[in-house]
């Protein structure tokens, strides 16, 4: 387990992932001017987490075991699956919480009585996309 945990492909991966959410933090501290450290387990908002490490495992894979191996395969097949998963997901659930608040809405003698969320749960192609290229760039560091 130790040996899986500190194998190079996992460090990418994961470095990539904590890169990512460094970025969250830093974008936050820009456009807010206060540090909001609970961006750091948040996974919404770009460059997306997910996306970015399952990208750079991706590409350390490809260019050391060959672009041709069933390993670059497995991982390719795996990232497209959870990117395009992540962004479909979230947008569905974004569109579900905004039904169920419409029917508490209606169904409430005060409407408003329910609070909406500042904060969209859907992911947007740039936020998956962003994560893809931020990995990307991990991975080409530690080649």
């Known amino acids: 387990m130790l040996e899986a945990i500190q194998s190079r492909p996992f460090l990418v991966a994961a470095i990539a992932g904590v890169v990512a959410q460094t970025v969250k933090v830093v974008t936050f501290l820009i456009l807010e001017k206060r540090l909001n450290y609970s961006r750091l387990v948040e996974t919404d908002g770009t460059p997306n987490m997910h996306s970015a490490a399952f990208s750079a495992l991706t590409l350390y894979v490809g260019l050391n075991e060959g672009f ?14 959870t990117s395009v998963d992540i962004w479909n997901v979230k947008r569905a659930a974004s569109r579900h919480a905004e039904v169920i ?43």
């Not at 005060?110 to 990995?135: C, E, H, I, Q, W």
Request: proline share 5%; charged share 15%; hydrophobic share 50%.
């Open 68 to 81: 041709d191996s069933v390993l670059f395969t497995l991982s390719l097949c795996v990232t497209a699956m």
């Open 101 to 143: 608040l419409l029917i508490l809405d209606r169904a409430s003698k005060n409407p408003g009585d329910f609070p909406r969320s500042r904060k969209a749960l859907s992911y947007t192609p740039v936020d998956v996309m962003s994560g893809v290229v931020l990995g990307c760039i991990v991975a080409l560091l530690f080649v």
